[in-house]
């Protein structure tokens, strides 16, 4: 379907709308504008997506007689117990085990999967490809034995019902500063979309990636004092001495270092070791199960949307859509957030389709540009309103509700709504997502 457009001149009632009035909006569309492969899982019924103190780099400890092999993955044990940040809960032992969480009801209402993914600012330039779009990771499945995943069981996954777009990295544990460290080597222009919002507008740190430089978690920085821009011995099959690109959080239980794939190669890093898997408007405990049948016995297939594994965002912002549209609303007194994420899932569902549509309209919640000179807003504090940043697109449409009455209820949101879109079928659309989100997070 069309993707509704923020307001325009034409008047509901006697609130002012800037911006020019949109044709489509008249009538029940047939077509997404700008939508990807399944996009239709915005309609779906289913269930929801520091600076470190200089100092001088230590060698690793030991005699330097320790085996330069990787200590390869062997189970989830390995990858997500064992990380360096710790406080990390394993879902299954070193002997294997099914390492699901706990099954989710089969009964799912509307709302789609990324108000738990990531937010993501897709506007940074910099030496590697900029973010065209958001893909929450769902799925962390790491191969059994520490063995390469089989092409052909990556395009299994691939094809499961739901799953939009799956990655495959090379990993393993190396030593660096005397410690064992999961590390995935990357592709940093696909990658920095799949990794937390604070992240991946960092396009330094990606940049820093692509120079054949290593990234780190910030609690790895902190435990073992590493420093940017300083060179550490990385002990694995080879010892290069790599530089320090920066840190970040990875929002990848257990894994504390990012490489790049030329780096991972030097390193003897295990190919294709494990997948991430994007699956709008999935179960993602349906997810877990049918990528654990694909692997089979020994996989270790990880529900990222459990509570104990949900990134918290960087400098006390929200670190998801879902926490975004909480927090937006509040500067709305009397607006529900689930109007904002019935919204944010109509317009751009939460982010993946941000771009422009035929329009016009831009970003994660599709302002049209005069709209958001009116009412964009700098809500991250980073000196500008970018209309594609969700940080602040996100409460320029709060802003945007509110100023038409919806914090008041009844009509009168009704009517806020439909000056966020001239059409009824939109309002009655909006709003009935909005009470899905809000039966599925009472």
């Known amino acids: 379907m069309a ?32 939508a990807e492969p399944h996009a239709e899982s915005r309609d779906d019924a289913a269930v929801p997506p520091p600076p470190v103190p200089p100092g001088k780099a230590a060698k690793p400890g030991g005699s330097g007689k320790r085996s330069r092999r990787p200590l390869l993955v062997a189970g989830v044990a390995v990858l997500l117990a064992a990380g360096v940040a710790g406080g990390v809960h394993a879902v299954a032992g070193s002997g294997g085990g ?38 929450p990771p769902d799925v962390l499945a790491v191969s059994g034995g520490g063995g390469s995943i089989a092409p052909a069981q990556i395009a299994r996954i691939a094809k499961l019902g739901k799953v939009r777009d799956v990655v495959a990295v090379a990993g393993g544990a190396v030593q660096l500063q005397g410690r064992a460290v999961n590390t995935f080597a990357v592709d940093p222009s696909s990658f920095r979309s799949w990794t937390p919002p604070g992240t991946a507008k960092k396009t330094e740190l990606w940049a820093a990636l692509a120079a054949d430089q290593f990234v780190v978690s ?18 694995a099959r080879t010892m290069p001495s790599v530089t320090m690109g920066g840190a970040g959080s990875l929002g990848l239980p257990g894994i504390d270092m990012l490489v790049s794939r030329k780096t991972g190669t030097q ?5 294709n070791v494990a997948v991430m898997v994007n699956a709008p408007g999935a179960d993602p405990a349906q997810v877990v199960r049918a990528v654990s049948r694909v692997l089979g016995t020994g996989a270790n297939v990880v529900d990222l949307n459990d509570a104990k594994y949900k990134t918290q965002g960087d ?17 709305c007194p009397g607006l529900s957030w689930t109007v904002l994420a019935a919204i944010g899932q109509v317009e751009s569902d939460h982010g993946r389709n941000a771009g422009r549509s035929s329009a016009g309209a831009l970003g994660p919640m599709q302002f049209m540009p005069a ?4 009412y964009g807003v700098d809500g991250d504090r980073d000196g500008k309103a970018d209309i594609m940043n969700p940080y ?19 009509k009168q949101l009704y009517r806020a709504v439909w000056h966020y879109n001239h059409a009824d079928w939109y309002v009655q659309k909006v709003l009935g997502l909005a009470r899905a989100y809000a039966a599925r997070y009472r």
């Open 371 to 374: 709209t958001w000179k009116a």
């Open 315 to 331: 400098g006390g912002r929200p670190g998801s859509y879902m926490d975004l549209y909480r927090q937006a609303a509040t500067s």
């Open 267 to 271: 390193l003897g890093l295990v190919p």
């Open 3 to 34: 993707a509704a457009k923020p307001p325009s001149a034409e008047s509901h009632d006697d609130a002012e709308a800037p911006g020019g009035p949109h044709d489509e909006a008249r009538a029940e569309p047939h077509a997404e504008p700008h």
């Open 98 to 135: 099914s390492g699901r969480p706990g099954a989710g009801s089969t009964s799912e209402p509307p709302p789609t999967v990324p108000p738990t993914g990531p937010v993501t600012n897709v506007t940074d330039p910099g030496q590697v490809a900029p973010l065209r779009r958001v893909v």
């Open 218 to 235: 910030t609690a790895a920085a902190e435990q073992l004092r590493l420093s940017r821009g300083f060179q550490y011995p990385i002990v």
């Open 392 to 410: 602040d697109a996100v409460p320029a449409a709060a802003k945007y509700l509110c100023a038409n009455g919806a914090g008041r209820g009844g």
